[in-house]
């Protein structure tokens, strides 16, 4: 997995009753879009969906000949769906999931409310770091940073060492917000460095270790209500 990236949602169904549904609606090579439960748990199901995109190329040969040819390409979403937040997590998702979206919403008859997440990224570190988790925090990307009454800035950082007390003495006194935290993660002998987004995604330099995608689900704050966001 080189990317992640968490929703939420308020199931209006038993995650049995959901898996059911999408076993009904299961892809095949007749079809062109559908799921695949992997696997079905009463707290959890592993799935798939499967978009099927046929499209119809030609190629004209040096006698002016033309030849056309189908070419078919199969799009897919992993996905977890759990009791407990974050409710949705996709696995190296595709950079537009509304399709996804909008079939796993017809799976309950539209009466779900999927919605993106919205952290702060310093919290999601915090949360790591408790946990025990070996990580440097290198660079981040700021916003909304306070220079005058009527002016603000963008600033990136870039550091060999782990940056977080450089950004207080930078900052300090001025309001900003934080958009995306650079991370490297250590486990044993591997470092996999990673980017921590303040929508709860997150990019990974190669496939991160099944230990650290729990700990990122784990330690995933809870979402900022609307009001404060």
Excluded: C
């Excluded at 009753?17 to 592993?46: H, M």
């Excluded at 999927?114 to 981040?140: F, H, K, M, T, Y």
């Amino acid at each position: 997995m080189k990317r992640t990236k968490f929703l939420t949602a308020e199931w209006p169904l038993s995650l049995q009753t959901i898996g059911n549904r999408l076993k009904a609606r299961a892809f095949s090579e007749q079809d062109r879009e559908g799921f695949i439960v992997d696997r079905l748990r009463q707290r959890s199901i592993e799935a798939r969906f499967i978009e099927k995109v046929v499209t119809s190329e030609s190629v004209e040969d040096p006698f002016g000949n033309t030849e056309s040819f189908e070419r078919t390409l199969y799009k897919q979403v992993k996905f977890v769906l759990a009791t407990e937040y974050p409710q949705i997590h996709l696995i190296d998702p595709p950079r537009s999931v509304k399709l996804f979206i909008n079939r796993l919403a017809q799976v309950m008859d539209f009466q779900v409310a999927i919605d993106s997440v919205q952290i702060r990224p310093e919290e999601w570190i915090e949360g790591l770091i408790a946990s025990g988790l070996d990580l440097e925090r290198n660079g981040a990307e700021l916003s909304e940073v306070s220079v005058s009454e009527h002016t603000s800035a963008k600033i990136v950082f870039h550091s060999k060492k782990d940056i977080a007390h450089d950004i207080e003495d930078f900052l300090a006194g001025r309001a900003f917000t934080i958009d995306r935290i650079a991370v490297l993660f250590t486990d044993g002998r591997l470092k996999v460095q990673a980017q921590l987004s303040s929508d709860g995604s997150a990019k990974f330099s190669n496939d991160v270790p099944a230990a650290i995608a729990e700990m990122l689900r784990k330690n995933l704050p809870l979402t900022i209500p609307s009001t404060e966001g």
